[in-house]
């Protein structure tokens, strides 16, 4: 919407959003390295020699400013960062290997394949299924966000339920989930007092379907 365009990109003029990779995203960086066999000398993917059509690729939903998909570039990855304010883009389109996309994702079409998908602090049901469908075998989903512990049903416009995020990325949905926590929200201007880190690794049957509804269990 034109609206929420005006408001991100007023807010990153004003400097407001953080521009430093979020302490989960530092650490799954070390999840990738192990699973995508990224050297620790040199911290680079052993594909970042590779033709850029071959090379892993990482899709940031949300991205704002770019502060994940930096460090996702600097480990070898090629990402699309996706984003509805066009000002918060525009310092990522000198970085190699980040292709930025300015897009409402209430509108957004994930249509690519990738090895590993992000989403930090931005919530739309309807893209879950999408996303599952777009990850690349053994790939990964990076998802952290608002809960609301006292909710085990009722679906928040900006929060998850207890268990939701676990139902969505499921081993019924073909997914190991690596890392599952909660912890306290010392964010000052949000409604909700819990954060949830996930870090889920796609694992199909050779011949899986593509998943029609996360939630269909």
Known sequence: MLEDAIKWNERYKQGFMPSEPSAFVIKACDVLK???SIKADSKHLDSKKRPQNTRL???DIACGNGRHSKILASLGFC???VDISQVAL???SHIPHITPICADLDSFSITQKYDVILNSFFLDRRQFTPMINALNPNGIVLFETF???DSHSIKHDKALYMG???QVFSPHNHFEILHSHIYENTRAESAYRHIIQLIAQYKPKVESNPIRNAYDL
Do not use: G, T, Y
Request: charged share 45%; aromatic share 6%; net charge negative.
């Open 34 to 36: 192990d699973i995508f």
């Open 57 to 59: 690729k990482a899709l």
């Open 79 to 81: 990402v699309e960062s």
């Open 90 to 92: 525009e310092n990522l």
């Open 147 to 149: 809960i609301d512990k």
């Open 164 to 166: 939701e995020l676990e």
